[in-house]
């Protein structure tokens, strides 16, 4: 792509349902951006075991309650103009859609980001912001791959957010809204920290 075509393509302004539209027949996954359709990085094998061990540990901690566990592709609208795929989600009770594709939820409780080179600040920022903007989320988790680190937002109100911070191996992360523990062992399974060439 020439440069001038690369800067009209950067300079357009997408819809939400362009964006949609666009997204139900792309073979690769994009977040939405206030407008622009941002294309998302391929995640390395520790984010990927982080991710498995993670929703693995999630979906056995909540077998036989009303909970539902998505792992990687379920989109997830912040805002009208914002719409990402967390790492994982948890939603409790009845699940909401943004339409009858059932492929954009509405109301999730529990978010959970694995964080990379490529996306940390703006996951720890501006994408963090508007997931604390959501009513229905009650927790988030920000969780490292090169080091044993898991931030853990707890919403207290809805413009006050409580953070705990683990590290060590042998810690637990409650989830208190869905009633699951989330031992920082079982994130880590499989992950040496020295051999990790961050994506």
Request: glycine share 4%; proline share 3%; charged share 30%.
């Amino acid at each position: 792509m020439s440069r001038s075509n690369q800067a009209a393509t950067a300079e357009k302004i997408y819809t939400p349902e362009e964006y949609l539209a666009f997204e139900r027949e792309a073979e690769e996954k994009h977040e939405f951006v206030d407008g622009e359709i941002v294309a998302m990085a391929g995640a390395t094998r520790e984010h990927n075991l982080i991710g498995v061990n993670i929703s693995s540990e999630l979906r056995f901690g909540l077998k036989g309650s009303k909970c539902e566990v998505y792992a990687n592709d379920m989109r997830v609208r912040m805002r009208n103009r914002r719409y990402g795929y967390p790492d994982v989600v948890v939603v409790c009770g009845k699940p909401q859609f943004d339409d009858d594709e059932f492929d954009v939820l509405l109301n999730p409780t529990v978010v959970v980001e694995v964080l990379s080179k490529s996306t940390r600040f703006r996951d720890k920022t501006e994408k963090l912001i508007a997931y604390q903007k959501m009513e229905s989320l009650r927790e988030c988790l920000l969780v490292e791959q090169i080091e044993s680190r898991v931030e853990h937002y707890i919403k207290q109100t809805s413009k006050q957010w409580l953070l705990k911070i683990y590290e060590d191996l042998d810690e637990t992360v409650f989830l208190e809204s869905i009633n699951c523990h989330l031992p920082l062992a079982e994130i880590y399974a499989q992950i040496e920290f020295e051999n990790i060439t961050e994506e």
